[in-house]
Each structure stands twice: as C-alpha cells, then as structure tokens.
C-alpha cells in the first residue's frame, strides 16, 4: 500500500458547543440545592451552565476520563467551590463517588458519545478526516487502541465490530480487505482500505460506521453505558433524575429500554395484581431533539435524543 509521511502537530483544546444545553439543563435540575453528576465532563459547557442553576449549597461533580477534558473544563468553569472534578469513568459511577454521596445525588447528566476536540485532534485517531495513528482511546485509562483491534482482532471479531458496533452492511468486505492490508498504521490508510471496498455512493456513511464500530469496542462504550445506568440507581435519591444525550441508535435504544423498565430488554415487570414493577420511570414521553436553530449552528447536534427519567420511591437495584 501507498504510504505517505505523516505530520502531526499539537493543537489547543477544541471548545466543543454543549448540545440541547438549555433543554438539558432544565431537565436535570429539581432542587437548586442538590448535589448533581455531569458525567461526561468534556470542556465543562454543560457544567458551566449548571452551576448558574445552583444555590450557594448546590454541588456538581464533573466526571471525565480525558486529561486534556479535564484541564479544559476545569479553566472555563474557574474557582468555584461548589464544583468537583474526578478523574474516571463513568461506568464507575459508585466507585467514583464519595461513599457519603450514595443515595443522595439529585441528577446526572450524560452526554454521550465523541467530543468535538477528539474528533479534531488528529493525534488521538477518531476521524477519517484527520490523519493520525489508529487510536481512538477517550483517555488513559483505556486499554485495548484501535491499532491494536485492526491489526490484530480474527476476521470474525473485527467482522462483528464493524457490523453490530458500526451497524455497517459491508463489514464483511470490510472486514477482509483490512485484514489483507495488514499492518495498517494510520487513520489515513483505514480510510484508503475502506473506501477501496465500499460502495462509493454511501462511502462518507460506511466511513463514520467503520470508525464508530472501533470506537465503541477501543472503549467499550456500550457496557460502560450500561453500567452507569445500573449504577445509577445506587447513587440517586428517591425522585432523582438520570438526563441522557445520545447520538446513534446503539445508544438511545440501551437508555430508552431502561427508562422504560429499569433493565435493558425493556421489558417492564409486573407484581401479582399486574401492576408495573420499575425502579424507574421516564419523565418525557416523547424524545427532545434540537430545534433546527440549534442544528444550523451546531450541526454536529442534528442526530442527538435526550431523554430523561426518574428513580421511584424504593427504586434501588
């Protein structure tokens, strides 16, 4: 394969735009007092906006796995004692947490999937639009790269990540062109193998289901969403609310089936009488997605679906 020499160059944190800030914002907050998670912490934007919301005796935890997040976040927010940056993932939401806190969290905030300053900087290997090394990690605490996932995984694992995960048609072709073209060293040579194979009408589309199918395995975002969910349910108080953004089906379905009935076949239990037995319950019936004003300027936000939920009374897992 044609190999080019590679420049990569160091960049500032890329702000990124909070999506359905307001909405999400006003979904959250029931007690201006409370004590209140943002989850996926990124350059602080909903954080931010947040804390406008609090009293003097309200309190935020930020959550991030990202240095680079957690740096920039914590110099857009400044000095404000009522806010508490952790270093972690969110699929350890309890480990996470002080001990003290459990039972008494008033909100989380989840805005799930990729950040504006990952995509853009070349050197962390989400984009095909950026070339950089296969990597792909959202911050130190990953383990697998996406080096590792296309240089190593066997035909039908790396098959069944870029079909399930990447939700990709072709992954078969895929799949074997990849392996064919081994080693594969850069974001710019999975994007020629890809695109080698492809049908060249839905190529741009087969290139982000390529790239979010590996994403999503390099950080096994799926179990540590549903870990935050189940997690959720020990950290919350009774009328406490989990507010989530996500951005693909792969997602929305996992949140969606949980509100719904606190497990994620969604499928709802009943007790003897036949009444509904849920340790939660959603608080919109219908989805929120941006208004086309906020996708005109934001079109990064156009595929983004909130929704929210509340634990009951006695709600705990």
């Known amino acids: 394969m044609n190999r ?39 350059g602080g934007g909903h954080s931010k906006e947040i804390l406008k919301h609090l009293g003097e005796n309200g309190r935020l935890y930020g959550i991030d796995q990202d240095d680079e997040a957690l740096e920039a976040a914590s110099s857009n927010i400044g000095d404000d004692p009522r806010f508490t940056p952790i270093k972690g993932n969110f699929g350890y939401l309890s480990t996470l947490l002080p001990p003290q806190t459990h039972g008494q969290v008033a909100g989380i905030l ?77 974001t710019g040579e999975l994007q020629s193998v890809v695109s080698s194979v492809v049908n060249k009408r839905f190529e741009v589309k087969s290139l982000a289901r390529v790239f979010q199918g590996i994403r ?11 870990r935050v969910m189940e997690e959720s349910l020990e950290v919350l108080k009774p009328g406490g609310r989990i507010v989530a953004i996500s951005y693909h089906s ?22 003897f009488y036949g009444n509904p037995i849920s340790p939660i319950k959603p608080v919109n019936k219908q989805v929120i997605t941006p208004k086309k004003e906020e996708v005109s300027v934001n079109p990064a936000s156009r595929s983004a679906k909130l929704r929210i939920a509340e634990k009951i009374e006695g709600g705990d897992s």
């Open 4 to 42: 080019k020499p590679m420049v990569l160059e160091m960049t500032t944190y890329h702000q990124h735009i909070p999506v359905l800030l307001n909405e999400s914002v006003e979904g959250l907050i029931t007690d201006k007092d409370g004590l209140y998670i943002d989850g996926t912490l990124g």
């Open 110 to 186: 989840l805005d799930l999937g990729v950040s504006t300053h990952q995509i853009k900087e070349a050197e962390r290997g989400f984009s095909f639009q950026e070339d950089g090394p296969l990597d792909m990690r959202m911050g130190n605490l990953s383990g697998v790269s996406a080096y590792q996932v296309v240089n190593e995984y066997e035909y039908e694992k790396l098959r069944d990540v870029i079909f399930h995960y990447g939700e990709e048609k072709q992954s078969r072709q895929i799949a074997r062109a990849i392996i064919e073209n081994r080693p594969i060293e850069t």
């Open 250 to 271: 792969l997602e929305d379905r996992i949140v969606k089936r949980f509100f719904k009935a606190g497990n994620f076949e969604g499928k709802v239990e009943k007790d």
């Open 216 to 226: 999503i395995e390099v950080n096994r975002e799926l179990d540590m969403l549903k």
